[in-house]
C-alpha cells in the first residue's frame, strides 16, 4: 500500500476506510463481526487510517472500531470527532454544536474508552460551534496534545478564516470535508489554503454518498433510515439528471479496464499528494474494488478530460442541506 504524509508528519495509507456507515445513516447497523472482520481485513491489505466520530451512533462507531482495531492498534491511525452536544452518559442528542472546551476535553476522555486506547492520533472538530471562538477550542486540542492524550488536531467542514485562526494557535493536521466529481467546493478557496498552509486533506463521501459507483439511478429506492431521502441531491428527479456525470465517468472506465469508483477515487489521488480519500463500505467486495484506486494512474489527458467535461455538467440538487446535517451529524 502507498503511503502519504497529512500535514506536520502524520502517515498513512493513500486510502482510508470511512467507518460511518457501518454503525449508522446508511440504513439499519451492519454485523457488528462482520463489520469486525471487514475492519482488520482491510488493515490487512495496507489500510491504517480509520475514521470515526462519537456522533456515528452515537458511540456505536467508536466502539466498534476500539475493539476491531485492539489487536492491531499500534499499527494504525484512528481519526474521531467531536462538537456535536450528546450527552456523554446517554448518547442523547440535545441538539446544535458544543464546543466548549471543558466539554471536548470530557468527550475525548470518553472516546479514549470506547477507541480502548490512550491516545487518539487525529482528533477532529466535526463542525464549527458558532458560539465558541475557534482559537478556545484550538487551544483544548492543543492542551490535549500536551497531555499526551491526542496527537494531531483536525477540522471538518471548516471556512478558511477559520483554519487560518485555528492553525494559528495549534497547527492542523488535517481538514475533512467533502470532495469528489460530484462536489468540487473545496478547488475554489479551500485546496489553496491547505496547499500554503501545509495541512494534509481528507475527502469523506470521495464516491459521492455512492452515486460515483454507477450503482444508483433514479430507480433506486433507499431504506427508510437512510439520510440520502433527505437530499436534494438525491431525490429521482436530481439522479437522473444527474446520471451524465456517472456516464462520463464510467466512460473512462470502460477505457482503463476499471469501474466507476475505482476512477473517481483515482482523480481524488491525483488532484494531490496530500489527499487521502475515506471511502466508506460494508462491503468486502466494495473494499477491494477501492483498493484498487491506488495503482490505477489517469493520463493528464484523462485528468483534463474529465476536468473539462465535468466542468459542463450542471449537478442538480444540493449537495447537503442543513437540515439533513443535523440529522445526520456526517
Not at 111 to 131: E, S, W
Not at 171 to 182: G, K
Not at 304 to 309: F, V
Request: charged letters at 25%.
Amino acid at each position: 500500500m502507498k503511503t502519504r504524509t497529512l500535514g506536520n508528519g502524520l502517515e498513512v495509507s493513500a486510502l482510508g476506510l470511512g467507518c460511518m456507515s457501518m454503525s449508522a445513516l446508511y440504513g439499519p447497523p451492519a454485523d457488528k463481526q462482520e463489520m469486525i472482520k471487514l475492519i482488520r481485513g482491510a488493515h490487512e491489505r495496507g489500510l491504517t487510517l480509520f475514521d470515526t466520530a462519537e456522533s456515528y451512533g452515537p458511540f456505536a462507531n467508536e466502539e466498534l472500531l476500539g475493539e476491531a482495531l485492539q489487536p492491531i492498534r499500534e499499527k494504525v491511525v484512528i481519526a474521531t470527532k467531536f462538537g456535536f452536544d450528546i450527552d456523554l452518559q446517554t448518547g442523547e442528542r440535545r441538539g446544535g454544536t458544543n464546543s466548549r472546551p471543558e466539554h471536548i476535553k470530557a468527550v475525548a476522555e470518553a472516546c479514549l474508552k470506547r477507541l480502548r486506547t490512550d491516545c487518539i492520533d487525529l482528533f477532529y472538530q466535526h463542525r464549527v460551534d458558532p458560539a465558541v471562538p475557534i482559537e478556545d477550542v484550538a487551544g483544548a486540542v492543543k492542551q490535549l496534545i500536551a497531555e499526551g492524550k491526542v496527537k494531531h488536531f483536525g477540522l471538518s467542514e471548516a471556512g478558511v478564516q477559520t483554519i487560518r485562526r485555528a492553525h494559528a494557535v495549534q497547527p492542523i493536521t488535517a481538514v475533512q470535508s467533502e470532495y469528489s466529481l460530484f462536489w468540487r467546493g473545496p478547488e475554489l478557496e479551500l485546496l489553496p489554503l491547505l496547499e500554503e498552509l501545509g495541512i494534509g486533506f481528507v475527502p469523506f463521501s470521495p464516491l459521492g454518498a455512492g452515486f460515483l459507483t454507477g450503482k444508483i439511478d433514479e430507480n433506486t429506492t433507499f431504506d427508510a433510515s437512510d439520510f440520502r431521502n433527505h437530499v436534494p441531491r438525491f431525490s429521482p428527479e436530481a439522479r437522473k439528471a444527474n446520471r451524465a456525470l456517472v456516464d462520463l465517468v464510467k466512460a473512462v472506465a470502460d477505457s482503463k479496464g476499471a469501474t466507476p469508483a475505482q476512477v473517481a477515487l483515482a482523480w481524488l489521488l491525483a488532484q494531490k499528494p496530500w489527499i487521502v480519500p475515506i471511502p466508506g463500505t460494508t462491503k468486502a467486495h466494495r473494499l477491494e474494488e477501492n483498493l484498487g484506486a491506488v495503482e490505477l494512474q489517469l493520463t493528464e489527458a484523462e485528468l483534463q478530460t474529465l476536468h473539462d467535461e465535468v466542468s459542463k455538467i450542471q449537478i442538480q440538487g444540493e449537495r447537503l442541506p442543513e437540515a439533513a446535517m443535523k440529522m445526520t451529524g456526517l
